[in-house]
């Protein structure tokens, strides 16, 4: 398996503009987790799906911030309208779900908002 | 929900010295408690981890304690080396899908 896989690696956009970052889960995992990494703040907890439903969403800053798990390898999330605030870098991880299991992460994606 | 919190921020030792990093944790239902290393630039990768059912775990020079009685739990890293130098994050998770919260991350420098 190729991992956690996350596109784009790095996406530069101006403000207000939306912008979608993907993630493809290992296959067969069944949980898959986003976080937003920032020096001030370190690794946020966005949300969290399990089987492809939300469970944990409390971490979205904002509004303007939603994510989407329409099928097991496959979900986004989306940022609309962008703020410079927003710029990150946004990991997507993976695990199985089961008690005590390791989360692999995607690469991230760097996000710059101008 | 659950908060991890992670001490020191930053930490600088000479090569061949040890490097301990500690964390506290709120819920006493988590049981699953990870390292994870990252390189600059990189993403996070676990390096050990400790189930709330054993107090110990090592893996060559580096070993992990849990105390669950007092909430946390501690990284160690024996004989530096350079190539350790990173940022390490401890988490904490109640496992069987629930979500995994990090704490805010220790930059450890081995100087040569």
Redesign the interface.
Known sequence: DAGVIQSPRHEVTEMGQEVTLRCKPISGH??L?W?RQTMM???E?LI?F??NVP??D?GMPEDRFSAKMPNASFSTLKIQPSEPRDSAVY?C?S?L????????????TRLTVV | ?ENVEQHPSTLSVQEGDSAVIKCTYSDSAS??F?W?KQELG?????II?I?SNVGEKKDQRIAVTLNKTAKHFSLHITETQPEDSAVY?CAA?M???????????TRLTVKP
Do not use: H
Request: glycine content about 18%.
């Open positions: 069944n949980s987790f976080y703040r370190g690794l907890l969290y399990n089987n469970i944990d409390s990991f991880a695990s779900g089961l008690t005590n299991t390791e989360a692999f992460f995607g690469q991230g | 929900g049981n699953y990870p994870y990189k993403r996070p990768q676990l981890d189930r994050f998770s496992g069987g899908g629930n979500d995994m919260r990090f704490g805010a991350g």
